[in-house]
């Protein structure tokens, strides 16, 4: 087995012209001066972005090599996307509206191929204005034809459906879902590795750059769109606590599973990894990993983001502040259905791995 160990990656930093300045006051983050950051690219392997671990062995190895260099140490039994990691992982602060727009769905990615993927993502309100929202969905009765007036008109927000944006919600967004996140709103977002945006709408901003409004892609957005008025299946919330831990079930869907792990101080207990790699998304606090072998822990603060290999041998955490951090995986196909699809055996071993932190009795250092 591969001497593996938790991985740090350097923050990918997009500017936006919708960004601000909140990853730095929030989560620390380490921003150029004077420019609005809107993204900070956590865990990405894509063609033209690459995350660099950032401390110890592996230091200034791309993720794309790792996974190739590691293979099922790294991700245990969870398979490629398309040759890829299969999560991108990311930060997002909108100081502005973002532009109202949808991901390619299976049809179009398989039509298209090359870069074109399918888009499933997640937002996680970290922090919100009290009039923050997101945009998801369209109204009743909406279809092309009207949804298409409603941009020549400018009425493009009287189509959509409105939901409020409050500190620790999360919505889950599948590919061909119409979305706009509102101002004033700072989400940690899980997605399938693709960087492919079709624009609806853009609010009539125009581009500092070119002082020309920025491209729109109705025709191919309008291939992806659902009109489907049924109700979007994969978020739940489902609390499972102890005195020590709280596990919240946030997401479960073909694509990932998100849960929100929050720990009391001083407590110390085995990490539940079982045939997958998991992603920590630190919100609050502090914590140290310590994994046999190890001769100095791995600490983890708030606005970082640690990838714990599915082959890290006999890891443990350490709540040193009261902290929560948002757990992150890949449904796997269960081992005793054969199936190449996500089943409901699949979601309870998701669900029966994240529930082992409220599961394993008291911990040996239970706070004094």
């Known amino acids: ?37 809107g993204e900070s690219w956590e865990i990405a392997d894509l063609e033209d972005d690459q995350s660099v671990v950032l401390e110890g062995p592996q230091a200034g190895k791309s993720l794309g090599s790792i996974v190739k260099e590691w293979g099922g140490d790294l991700l245990g039994d969870a398979p490629l996307f398309e040759g890829r990691f299969p999560l991108l992982i990311k930060f997002l602060d909108a100081n502005e509206t973002l532009s109202v727009q ?3 769905d299976k049809a179009t990615a398989k039509r298209l191929g090359g870069r074109v993927r399918i888009k499933n993502e997640a937002w996680y309100i970290l922090d919100a204005d009290e ?12 279809d092309a034809d009207k949804l298409r007036q409603a ?8 189509t959509l459906r409105q939901l409020p944006a409050r500190k620790g919600h999360c919505y889950y967004l599948p ?4 979305h706009a996140l509102g101002a004033g709103v700072v989400v940690a977002e899980v997605q399938t590795p693709s960087d492919i945006t079709y624009r609806v709408y853009d609010w009539d901003r125009n581009d500092p750059a070119t002082g020309s409004p920025r491209e729109l892609h109705l025709e191919q957005a309008l291939d992806c769109i659902s009109f489907d008025q049924s109700p979007i299946t994969g978020e739940t919330v ?10 919240t079930t946030l997401v479960r869907c073909e694509s990932f599973s998100i849960d929100r792990v929050r720990m009391v101080e001083g407590v110390e207990q085995d990490i539940p990894i079982d045939r997958c790699f998991v992603i920590w998304m630190i919100l609050e606090g502090e914590c140290s990993i310590e994994w046999a072998g190890a001769s100095d822990p791995c600490m983890g603060r708030a606005g970082e983001t640690i990838l714990l290999p599915a082959g890290i041998k006999k890891p443990r955490v350490k709540a040193i502040t009261p902290c929560m951090w948002l757990e992150v995986s890949i449904p796997l196909v269960s081992s005793l259905t054969g199936l190449n699809k996500l089943d409901e055996q699949s979601l309870r071993e998701v669900s029966g791995r994240a529930s082992k932190y409220v599961g394993l009795g008291t911990p040996q250092q239970p706070p004094s």
């Open 1 to 37: 087995m591969t001497d593996v160990y938790p991985l740090k990656f350097e923050p990918i930093l997009k500017p936006k012209i919708w960004g601000g300045r909140k990853l730095e006051s929030l989560l620390g983050k380490k921003l150029p001066p004077d420019e609005p950051i």
């Open 102 to 104: 949808v991901h390619p």
């Open 131 to 142: 009039t923050g929202l997101i945009h998801r969905g369209v109204h009743e009765g909406v």
């Open 151 to 158: 941009i020549r008109e400018g009425q493009v927000d009287k």
């Open 175 to 178: 590919s061909g879902t119409i």
């Open 238 to 247: 489902h609390h499972n606590a102890s005195v020590w831990a709280t596990v």
